[in-house]
């Protein structure tokens, strides 16, 4: 668990912090909200058990990013879904041929494959989010979110062309949240964090942001080679970097790099 540090009070940073995160609560809201409505919510029109389970696969390959979609530029036939385990006994996965690929690296951000999925990463975006929209203005934030959630789907379906994992639905903001934790980097290079350590039964000790999240990076490009539990560490990996980079990109003119605006608490 991470506690971010506030900016020192009548600092550039924390006069920005007063004003309210709109795109950051926004993205939260948006998210939650489609977890409510779609069938890995409490929505009963979906039933329950195996019909509940089939409902969340055919969600998720109507409305998530599948890479073999995207580098083919149409949505799969029903052969080729045929193909996948069913997640019930009995479960088709209809094709879908009013699908757009392109749209769906926008959709599949806002689709999460259960509660502990979404809460994870908008506790991540709740924590860092506002200090980096601070930092870049809303607009910026925003556009670069959604840009970077993209960009990190693409680059993960390109390296997994010609693999099984080619044909299944990616879905959550993962990568577009990394790319916020990214630019978190580039931005608070000196902020302190407070992280409890399982470790030192959760004892509380103070490290800097680059540690935390440098480590945080080291562990998921880790992952990319000893994965295997059916997370994208890829996206991950792609959206840090990327944000890194946007955050260099995009920060504005005469900004200095300073402390976060804002405190809050991550897992």
Same mark, same amino acid.
């Given at each position: ?6 900016? =020192?009070? @009548?600092?550039?940073? *924390? #006069?920005?912090?007063?004003?309210? /995160?709109?795109?950051?609560?926004? !993205?939260? $809201? &948006? ?30 390959? =109507?409305? @998530?990013?599948?890479? *073999? #979609?995207?580098?083919?530029?149409? /949505?799969?036939?029903?052969?080729? !879904?045929? $193909? &996948? ?183």
């Amino acid at each position: 668990m991470v506690l971010s540090v506030p900016a =020192r009070a @009548g600092s550039p940073a *924390a #006069e920005r912090a007063a004003r309210t /995160p709109v795109a950051t609560y926004l !993205l939260i $809201a &948006l998210a939650a909200l489609v977890m409510l409505l779609g069938p890995s919510g409490p929505n009963p029109l979906y039933g329950s058990g195996d019909a509940r389970a089939c409902a969340e696969q055919r969600y998720e390959h =109507r409305w @998530g990013a599948v890479p *073999a #979609e995207l580098l083919g530029g149409r /949505p799969l036939t029903a052969a080729q !879904l045929s $193909a &996948l385990p069913p997640a019930a006994p009995g479960c088709v996965l209809p094709a879908t041929p009013g699908k757009s690929p392109e749209l769906s690296v926008l959709t599949a951000l806002f689709v999460h494959a259960g509660w502990l999925h979404l809460i994870g990463n908008l506790l991540f975006l709740y924590v860092f989010g506002p200090a980096v929209e601070a930092r870049l203005g809303r607009v910026r934030f925003l556009v670069g979110y959604l840009a970077i959630g993209c960009l990190a789907t693409y680059g993960y379906a390109l390296a997994e062309s010609g693999t099984p994992d080619a044909v299944r639905a990616l879905v959550g903001a993962s990568g577009a949240i990394a790319g916020v934790l990214g630019a978190f980097l580039r931005l608070y290079p000196r902020a302190r964090v407070t992280a409890l350590v399982p470790l030192l039964l959760f004892l509380p000790l103070r490290f800097p942001a680059w540690l935390v999240l440098g480590l945080w990076f080291v562990l998921q490009s880790w992952s990319v080679t000893s994965g295997g539990d059916g997370v994208a560490y890829l996206v991950h990996v792609i959206g840090f970097v990327t944000g890194w980079l946007f955050a260099w990109a995009a920060r504005p003119a005469g900004d200095t790099l300073g402390a976060p605006s804002r405190t809050g608490v991550a897992q």
